[in-house]
């Protein structure tokens, strides 16, 4: 399991603490960024969303770079997440993709096994240019203490928008192609690999420095079929998207039951839900990763000192060294913006004293 896995690169002190959490370094407070920290639920994201589609927005780095910044300056979070989509690779690949009202909409995905050698894979400067010049916009605004996150997904969850057609409830297109079509499905899963590494490439040499692979669908799969679809193709671009101090951060929701074939995937930082307390992730990996997450995003709908505890309970359980503070999931466009903010204050402030205390 630990072949893969770089020593941490020897940072200075005033390295953003971000980074420092993500190598296990100590830190001075437990930093927090929020998966969906840039969207629906404020204010400021729906103004500019009235301007422009959604997938304008991601296709214009100033647009894609004034959303990214909201939360910098309003939550007082320690990283900046990429505005972008999932999706957006899978147009480059040739597929059609959409955004209708009720979520994305994919049109000539792969529908019978030999859709697959029509999905191309053109290198990223090319064809996704725009996410590179948004990156650099970005970079270019953001303090030197917070660091930009680029993103992409795993080939499993990018699988399944190609075979659904956008969302699905219990994945039943994807796995009957897995179990009837594997190796088609090998060719799909390679190509993925291949898009998504040179894109997830292209982004770190814009100016990101540490990048996520979402596997947000992960948790559909057996422990083999994770082992097969998951691991092995996870490992494989983790191999491919490697540079010295940049930590790869890998969140496959739904897979507390075989986290070790997730830790297998020779990450830096190991994304974990709600499902999985952040003790027993530790009990599972060992002490080689450090841990993000991982506060159920519905609680932030709650009254604030449900939140407050909340926090402290994952705090406590996280313990010192090697956790960035994070939801399990993405929030939800009903969560009022005043809860974020005070949660991201809180953490600092209650891990600041858990830290000056040594605990
Ligand atoms: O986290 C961030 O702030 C960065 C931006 C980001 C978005 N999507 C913006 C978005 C990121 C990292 C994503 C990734 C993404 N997109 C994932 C993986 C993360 C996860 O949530 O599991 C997935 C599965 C998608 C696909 C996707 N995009 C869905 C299912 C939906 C519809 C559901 C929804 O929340 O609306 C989207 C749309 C989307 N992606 C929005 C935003 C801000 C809402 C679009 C709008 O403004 O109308």
């Known amino acids: 399991m630990q072949d893969l896995k770089p020593t941490p690169p020897d940072l200075p002190p005033d390295a953003p603490t971000f980074l420092r959490a993500c190598w296990r370094q100590p830190v001075d407070h437990t930093p927090v960024w929020l998966m969906r920290q840039a969207g629906r639920y404020l204010p400021e994201y729906r103004a500019v969303r009235q301007k422009a589609d959604f997938l304008t927005m991601c296709h214009r780095p100033e647009l894609a770079c004034e959303v990214t910044l909201q939360p910098i300056e309003l939550l007082g979070v320690d990283a900046a997440i990429l505005f972008s989509d999932l999706l957006i690779p899978l147009e480059a690949m040739g597929v059609t993709v959409k955004f209708p009202e009720g979520?994305?909409?994919?049109?000539?995905?792969?529908?019978?096994?030999d859709d697959v050698h029509r999905l191309q894979t053109p290198p990223a400067k090319d064809t996704l240019g725009y996410v590179a010049e948004a990156c650099r916009l970005i970079t270019a605004a953001l303090p030197a203490r917070i660091p930009l996150i680029g993103f992409a997904g795993a080939p499993f969850t990018l699988a399944s928008y190609l075979v659904e057609g956008g969302g699905s409830k219990n994945y039943q297109k994807t796995k009957a192609f897995l179990y009837q079509h594997p190796k088609e499905a090998e060719v799909m899963f390679d190509k993925l690999v291949d898009m998504v590494a040179d894109f997830l490439n292209m982004q770190i040499d814009a100016g990101c420095r540490a990048v996520q692979i979402f596997d947000s669908w992960a948790g559909a799969l057996d422990p083999q079929d994770y082992e097969r679809w998951g691991t092995q193709y996870t490992r494989r671009l983790v191999q491919k998207v490697r540079r010295p101090g940049v930590p790869v951060i890998v969140f496959a929701k739904g897979t507390g039951t075989y986290f070790d074939r997730v830790a297998?995937?020779?990450?830096?930082?190991?994304?974990v839900d709600w499902t999985l307390p952040l003790d027993a992730a530790r009990g599972i990996v060992g002490p080689d990763f450090a841990l993000q997450g991982n506060m159920d995003p519905i609680r932030l709908l709650c009254p604030w000192e449900h939140i407050r505890a909340t926090a402290?309970?994952?705090?406590?359980?996280?313990?010192?060294?090697?956790?960035?503070?994070?939801l399990g999931h993405g929030l939800v466009p009903q969560t009022p913006p005043d809860h974020v903010k005070r949660l991201v204050a809180h953490v600092h402030e209650a891990s600041a004293a858990r830290h000056r205390a040594g605990i």
Do not use: M, Q, W, Y
């Open 103 to 113: 979520g994305p909409e994919i049109t000539n995905g792969v529908t019978k096994a």
């Open 264 to 271: 297998a995937s020779g990450a830096d930082v190991l994304g």
């Open 312 to 326: 402290d309970r994952i705090l406590d359980a996280a313990g010192p060294l090697g956790h960035v503070f994070n």
